[in-house]
C-alpha cells in the first residue's frame, strides 16, 4: 500500500516562499512519476507540477510556471514543492500524487494521494 504524506503549509503573505514537501512510503518510488495538484473551496482539483522518475524532466502549470519548483528525492522518498512569489491565489489544499496512467495534468490520471496540506496566502 503506498502512503503519502504532506507537509510543510501555512499561513504566508502574498510574494513569500513556501516549501512542501510529500513522502512517499511502500511502492517503488525512484519508478514513480510525481505530481502537485492543488484544489480551491468551490474549484475542481487543478494540476500544479510533475517531475519525471529521475527528476530530469518537469512540467508546471501556466499559473505557476516561472514561481514554483518541483523536485523529488529517490534516496529520501521525497517530492518537494518551492513555491516563491505567491499570490492570493494561490490559496488552496496542495495534494502530492502518484500517476497511473494517462494524462500527467489531470487528476484521473493519479492513483495514491495524500491528505494534503493546506497554504493560505494572505494580503
Known amino acids: 500500500q503506498v502512503q503519502l504524506v504532506e507537509s510543510g503549509g501555512g499561513l504566508v503573505q502574498a510574494g513569500d516562499s513556501l516549501k512542501l514537501s510529500c513522502t512517499v512510503s511502500?511502492?517503488?518510488?525512484?519508478?514513480?512519476?510525481m505530481a502537485w495538484f492543488r484544489q480551491a473551496p468551490g474549484k475542481e482539483r487543478e494540476f500544479v507540477a510533475g517531475?519525471?522518475?529521475?527528476?530530469?524532466?518537469?512540467y508546471y502549470a501556466d499559473s505557476v510556471k516561472g514561481r514554483f519548483t518541483i523536485s523529488r528525492d529517490n534516496a529520501k522518498n521525497m517530492v518537494y514543492l518551492q513555491m516563491n512569489s505567491l499570490k492570493l491565489e494561490d490559496t488552496a489544499v496542495y495534494y502530492c500524487?502518484?500517476?497511473?496512467?494517462?494524462?500527467?495534468?489531470?487528476?484521473?490520471?493519479?492513483?495514491?494521494w495524500g491528505q494534503g496540506t493546506q497554504v493560505t496566502v494572505s494580503s
Open positions: 500524487a502518484t500517476y497511473s496512467s494517462g494524462s500527467a495534468y489531470i487528476f484521473s490520471s493519479y492513483n495514491y
Open positions: 511502500g511502492g517503488t518510488f525512484s519508478t514513480t512519476v
Open positions: 517531475i519525471g522518475r529521475s527528476g530530469t524532466t518537469t
